[in-house]
């Protein structure tokens, strides 16, 4: 004879089966390799139940019971030439310049909600000319140190773009430090010198503050972009590991006198190549651990797997994927398998809590430039592109990062931003699908699970998915696509 126990409990088990049944995939977006399709979300006729079917080629296994990084979010870096494209289509078009930056940065409907964007100090090889924020020679005192220094477009633009995206965070980074600092006394190239490192640490917190005064809060510092680059030709600088950590440290105390101490540091801004060698090095400089937050790569040597040894040197540590570029004519569907293996999925898979482009716009011919800047031989290319005409392009760059971004932006203002979990592909054709998984805790004791996928086949792919016992068959264009449903999460149940 049953116990009345274990009727209840037979009850509630078929009851909680149910639940997990009833969900329904139901937002979701595609985009297709023949551009067919391009970032554009499903009618609601397109969206399938989990059940207790089975079947397809490849197997998407997701564990929610595996909790890894949160993702803090997608973007680029606005330097001086996106700020000056973008301002002047403001003044040719104001309703077209809103459109676009609704298209970009606005996390409702079909935009993309990009909301992590990277701010120059100072000039870089996409400046009108070579400046930083004190170029009085051997001002030490930084008494003639200004940020109105920058072109007047870049502030307003920026206020522009945080009146859209409402989880901005601003992670800010020189090009160089200032001439006078350096052994070339020049910005473009040399060795930063170790007698300035309090110097520039205060020169980090007063352009700190000068950005937090005019109402933009900085979320992170970095010491310096691409530590290990000296080019003549463009605002540039060498640091060996001991000069960054040491400045750092300085920093590190600085903000926190000065009441910032939400303000993260982040060291290296460099290659994955050179991991080892230098970003992990870094961290083992006296009082590093201490100073810096973590470290942030460049996708433009090395591999994204080697993200993995800093990460197992010191997993306490965050890690931020911040510049990737495209080149002018370069192929719309190797770019998008590049970046979704590298930086929208493959960078998270592999630890990073932020993905970014290099140029958040500039011109079909990736200009302006810097006068005689040698970077970007063929042109860079922008997560959208501005013609002087005032028409706009979407760039691959920008359906890449938008699939990305929908799966792990906030549910609400202020909300939590999503975490990476765990996900298995298997099958026979599993070799053709890249995916990451996520979840986005909701209000209440609902979250919000995403999918981000990439089919790279030829064709269309059948999958099941498989969720907490049950599963849910879709079929993969080739493409990207992004899907979401909402369930209890694995800790309430």
């Known amino acids: 004879m049953r116990t009345l126990w274990s009727v209840f409990f037979s009850a509630y088990v078929l009851l909680c089966s149910r639940i997990v049944q009833a969900q329904t995939i139901q937002d979701i977006w595609e985009t297709t390799s023949d551009q067919k399709s391009l970032f554009k979300q499903l009618p609601t006729s397109a969206s399938v139940d989990f059940n207790t079917a ?33 301002n002047n289509l403001k003044n040719s078009n104001g309703d077209a310049y809103t459109a676009l930056l609704k298209s970009v940065f606005d996390n409702t409907g079909n935009s993309a909600g990009l909301n992590y ?21 051997n001002d ?52 930063f010198l170790a007698v300035h490192s309090g110097h520039m640490a205060n020169y980090l917190l007063k352009s700190a503050q000068s950005f937090k005064s005019k109402g933009f809060s900085p979320y992170a ?18 640091y060996t590991t001991k000069i960054e950590a040491a400045v750092a440290v300085k920093l590190r105390k600085l903000l926190d006198a000065n ?12 290659n994955w190549a050179d991991v080892t060698s230098y970003a992990v ?33 010191f997993p306490d540590k965050e890690i931020y994927s911040t510049e990737c570029t495209g080149v002018v004519g370069s192929e719309w569907w190797s770019d998008i398998q590049f970046y979704t293996n ?52 979407l760039n691959q760059e920008y359906y890449a990062m938008a699939h990305a971004s929908k799966a792990v932006l906030p549910l609400n203002e202020g909300g939590a931003f999503g975490q990476r979990i765990g996900v298995d592909v298997s099958g026979s054709q599993e070799s053709s699908l890249t995916v ?58």
Not at 61 to 82: I, K, R
Not at 119 to 136: E, R
Not at 166 to 185: C, F, R, T, Y
């Open 54 to 86: 089975d079947g397809g080629d490849a197997e998407i296994d997701v564990d929610d019971g595996t909790v890894y990084q949160t993702v803090y979010g997608f973007g680029a870096t606005l330097t001086d030439s996106s700020a000056s494209v973008l």
């Open 117 to 137: 964007i990277r701010v120059p100090l100072g000039a870089t090889d996409f400046s009108p000319n070579v400046y930083s924020y004190d170029d009085k020679k």
């Open 140 to 191: 030490t005192s930084l008494s003639s140190f200004s940020v109105d220094v920058t072109p007047d477009y870049v502030f307003p633009v920026l206020q522009d773009i945080q009146a859209i995206c409402k989880n901005m965070k601003i992670h800010l980074v020189p090009w160089s430090p200032p001439a006078w600092m350096k052994d070339s006394g020049t910005m473009d190239g040399g060795n």
């Open 221 to 238: 510092l970095s010491i310096q972009n691409e530590v290990e680059n000296s080019n003549p030709s463009l605002p540039s600088a060498v």
């Open 259 to 270: 009441g910032m101490n939400d303000v993260k540091i982040i060291g290296y801004e460099h």
């Open 281 to 313: 090095q870094l961290m083992r400089e006296d009082g590093a651990a201490d100073a810096f937050a973590g470290v942030a790569f460049h996708c433009y040597e090395g591999n994204v797997g080697q993200q993995d040894d800093f990460h197992n040197a």
């Open 342 to 393: 590298n930086i929208v999925v493959g960078a998270a898979t592999h630890w990073a809590q932020a993905g970014l482009m290099w140029n958040f716009a500039v011109d079909p011919q990736g200009n302006p430039k810097l006068p005689g800047a040698t970077s970007c031989g063929e042109g860079c290319r922008g997560i959208v592109q501005v013609s002087s005409d005032g028409t706009t392009q």
């Open 436 to 493: 990451g998984a996520y979840v986005t805790a909701a209000n209440g004791t609902s979250s919000r699970y995403s999918l981000v996928v990439m089919n790279s086949d030829s064709g269309t792919l059948k999958t099941a998915i498989k969720f907490r016992g049950n599963t849910a068959i879709y079929s993969f264009p080739t493409g990207l696509t992004t899907m979401s449903w909402f369930t209890t999460a694995a800790s309430s149940n």
